[in-house]
């Protein structure tokens, strides 16, 4: 009987593992592993939903790094926005080597650091486009990219078992605001030298044609100065230094003084300022604080709070709750930005408010005021078309888009010479290239972590559970007293309830009733049963659930508290 032969094993393998990113918006993160030596690109965020209580940022698991402790040389960002760099805190301690990053990026990182107490130590490595870094057996390559904000890049990664192009995020502006060109060639001239792998942004892959770029919004903005007659407020991402230079233009040209109102949105302008990506004229930009002292209609604000957040400056301006600026009949509120999906019913919520104080609203349905950093369609086909790959992995986006650009991809080579391999990953696949080709050969722990920044850190399941429990059907309380002899109860139980409603005229009776199942289960319990406090605790616990849900329709948190005496 003839056995097959044992298959070949390459001596050493190319993996790489999405951490995040492959499946949602936000989170991007990605390990490029050889042998002993790994690079980790990118360390993003993603946002809550609502329903998601008391959570502020969602991080990727980073247990797969964990494992490879000691062997992480580098971290490597694309560019500054937060689903890029906002989980830089809670990754950097697992980084041995140095970040990489182009001079913006890494300004908007050090700010995250201070605030969580990290010391960089020299760590922060700035680079520029068209330079090359050695980290272990790989060379990393930076390469101009256009999105909405400035120095952003793509890498070019060479690796011992080829050369791999993650692009980051981008569009294809040919008319950017700081004339800083996408670096068309330099795809090109790699994928004439040949490329093992493109990891390509998938965001905008279901929008046809190209994405427009950031001068477009220009005209909608004129129109608006011109037509406004009270104070111009413009809401936009505090990361958007593009659409600040085209604002603070603008406003020269109409004579308006300038004030930004927000602190995420004053902290990067400054960033922006001092590194020479926004310029402003001297004696155009106020402090929010000197608002009031100029006439309306010589005024532009520029806030944070596109989204409705609560605690950003657009949402108290609209509720009439800021110190400073407020809002009057005359005055225009513009949207300049998309709705995150999940924030449309806070962003109409502060458009009801902005209403109420007699201001007129715009949005980008209405006019033109928002372009997004994305490629679209055709661009996307482009750097496909430019890089040539032999494989071909769609990150950053979810699972619909990645499937719409692996469906893309294999139309711009069918009708060419060359064979394009698509490998549709999600996070945690473990890709590998070695000599037999490429393949998802594994899977690695990955998942999400909540985090809760006023807290200790992250939040778990169990926590997130109970905070919805609790904001649907409320808490009761009930202290009971036993003895600690016998178990016996002790005086009548006391219950105590928080959120949790019944009909008028009926709780008091619905407690006493409550403390009349405490007292028989008391009772009918055995000693032993009396005398074991968790035992006790958790009995309580379920016929009080039971009782309630039978009486009243609802499933409060119970909390029994025994107190022996």
């Avoid at 020299?122 to 980290?135: F, S, Y």
């Avoid at 957040?309 to 400073?324: C, S, V």
């Avoid at 949005?363 to 750097?383: C, F, I, N, P, Y």
Wanted: aromatic fraction near 6%; glycine fraction near 10%.
């Amino acid at each position: 009987m003839n056995q097959s032969p044992m298959p070949v094993v390459s001596p050493a393998t190319l993996e790489v593992v999405p951490l995040g990113g492959l499946g949602e918006f936000g989170m991007n993160m990605m390990a490029v592993s050889w042998e002993d030596t790994t690079v980790v690109i990118d360390a993003g965020v993603m946002f809550p939903d609502p329903d998601q209580l008391g959570v502020d940022l969602i991080i990727p698991d980073l247990t797969y790094l964990e494992g490879r402790r000691g062997r992480v040389k580098a971290l490597v960002l694309t560019h500054g926005h937060e689903d890029h760099i906002g989980a830089l805190p809670h990754v950097l301690p697992l980084v041995d080597g140095p970040v990489y990053g182009t001079a913006m990026t890494l300004a908007l990182v050090e700010p995250k650091l201070e605030e969580h107490g990290i010391d960089a130590n020299g760590r922060l490595e700035p680079i520029k486009p068209r330079e090359t870094v050695a980290v272990g057996p790989f060379t990393i390559e930076f390469i101009r990219v256009t999105h909405s904000m400035p120095d952003c890049v793509a890498l070019a990664i060479t690796t011992p078992a080829g050369l791999i192009v993650h692009t980051g995020d981008f569009k294809i502006d040919q008319t950017p605001i700081d004339g800083e060109h996408f670096d068309l060639h330099r795809f090109a001239e790699l994928g004439t030298r040949g490329v093992l792998a493109l990891f390509a942004d998938s965001t905008n892959i279901d929008r046809r044609g190209f994405t427009g770029p950031e001068i477009e919004v220009i005209d909608a903005f004129e129109e608006l100065f011109t037509s406004t007659h009270g104070k111009l407020v413009v809401a936009t991402f505090s990361s958007s230094i593009y659409r600040m230079q085209v604002l603070v233009d603008l406003a020269v040209q109409f004579e308006r003084k300038v004030a930004f109102v927000g602190r995420s949105i004053v902290q990067n302008a400054e960033i922006a300022q001092r590194l020479g990506y926004l310029r402003i004229p001297a004696g155009v930009q106020i402090r929010d604080a000197d608002v009031p002292s100029y006439a309306s209609q010589d005024v532009l604000c520029v806030t944070t709070g596109s989204q409705g957040e609560a605690q950003a400056a657009l949402p108290r301006i609209a509720i009439d709750d800021h110190r400073f600026v407020k809002l009057g009949p005359d005055d225009t509120v513009v949207f300049s930005a998309r709705a995150i999906p999940g924030n449309e019913k806070a962003i109409a919520r502060t458009m009801s408010h902005v209403a109420r104080r007699g201001a007129d609203v715009v949005t980008e349905s209405m006019k033109h005021v928002h372009v997004s950093g994305h490629g679209s369609a055709e661009e996307l086909k482009l750097v496909l078309s430019l890089v040539r790959p032999k494989y071909f992995v769609p990150i950053h986006g979810e699972y619909r888009q990645l499937a719409q650009h692996a469906r893309v991809a294999r139309e711009v080579t069918a009708r060419t010479s060359r064979t394009l391999q698509v490998l549709l990953a999600q996070d945690g696949d473990v890709i590998q290239f070695d000599q037999r080709g490429a393949r998802i050969a594994d899977r690695a722990p990955t998942g999400r972590v909540l985090i809760d920044v006023t807290r200790t850190g992250e939040v778990g399941d169990e926590v997130l559970r109970d905070r919805r429990h609790l904001a649907g059907d409320g808490v009761v309380v009930a202290v009971v007293a036993i003895s600690r002899q016998t178990g016996g109860l002790i005086g009548d139980p006391e219950l105590v309830a928080r959120g949790f409603v019944v009909g008028e005229g009926r709780g008091e009776a619905l407690f006493d009733d409550a403390a009349g199942v405490i007292a028989e289960c008391i009772e009918t319990s055995s000693v032993e049963e009396r005398t074991d406090q968790g035992l006790m605790t958790e009995k309580l616990r379920g016929e009080l659930r039971r009782f309630f849900k039978k009486r009243s329709g609802r499933r409060p948190l119970v909390l029994p508290v025994l107190m022996e005496i």
